[in-house]
């Protein structure tokens, strides 16, 4: 669990920065964030408008993502980043692959750990990842050594690994491809449930889970689909 030097949500409001929040668990974890009453300020930092409007949250619209250097001035003063920003392996290279997620995940995180050095920093990995990093799956290696390099810059860190996510309260997949599966999926996300309670989330649960795990709550630093569905399954008291 992040004990101690973290600085728990419970003794003043919080400050969160989220990256991804366009993609399929940004928008939940957005949703969550907005909704939560510990939360008084919210930084979205995106390459497009997000539509999404509320009091306490604040977009940036910033292009390079290899490059923080012109908005520094506005990411100090944070207690937590949630970093929700992923591509898939299909079609890459290992080197197109790793610049597309260990180098853009690390040009955000060394930014922020130098201007936030007690930030809790929620990566969202997958199950499945190489923390090895020399295993025979390609995106599952370089997801590992981005977990690891995460774990290392930050001394509070959680790598969050979900298995199947079920989009919940009108959040979508940015892809049509992945909207139209997910829709078919999601008849029979009820039975899937049933019989995976411990494989199969959904947006609203991860969103809850991964601000609970920013909090101090989680059990451990790598958090699989079983302990992220325990901790996403009700709100802190």
């Known amino acids: 669990m992040i004990h101690d030097s973290h600085l728990r949500w419970y003794d003043s ?4 920065i989220l990256f991804g929040a366009t993609g ?22 995106v390459r497009r408008p997000t539509g999404v409007s509320h009091p ?6 910033h292009s390079d993502f290899y490059d923080f250097s012109s ?19 299909l079609g890459k290279t290992e080197a197109e692959y790793r610049r597309l997620t260990y ?5 955000a995180a060394t930014t922020l750990a130098r201007l936030n050095p007690k930030m809790a920093f929620l990566y ?22 981005t977990e690891n390099a995460l774990l290392r810059l930050f001394p509070n860190a959680c790598m969050i690994r979900p298995g199947y996510i079920q989009p919940m309260h009108g959040v979508q997949s940015p892809s049509t491809g992945t909207r ?22 959904n947006t609203e649960e ?13 059990p451990k630093k790598v958090l699989e689909p079983a302990d992220l569905i325990a901790l996403g399954s009700t709100r802190s008291a």
């Open 24 to 45: 399929m668990v940004g928008q939940g974890v957005l949703r969550e964030l907005l909704l939560d009453p510990d939360v008084q300020r919210v930084l979205v930092v």
């Open 71 to 89: 908005i520094e001035s506005q990411l100090s003063g944070y207690d937590a980043c949630f970093f929700c920003l992923g591509v898939t392996s």
């Open 103 to 107: 180098d853009l995940t690390l040009a």
């Open 206 to 218: 991860l969103g809850r889970a991964m601000i609970r795990a920013a909090r101090g709550e989680a």
């Open 180 to 201: 139209r599966a997910y829709a078919i999926i999601g008849v029979a996300y009820p039975v899937l449930r049933a019989l995976f309670p411990k494989s199969v989330t």
């Open 124 to 145: 969202v990995s997958g199950t499945g990842t190489d923390s090895s990093e020399h295993g025979r799956t390609m995106w599952a290696r370089v997801k590992g050594a």
């Open 56 to 61: 306490k949250l604040r977009e940036i619209v």
């Open 13 to 16: 409001p919080v400050h969160a």
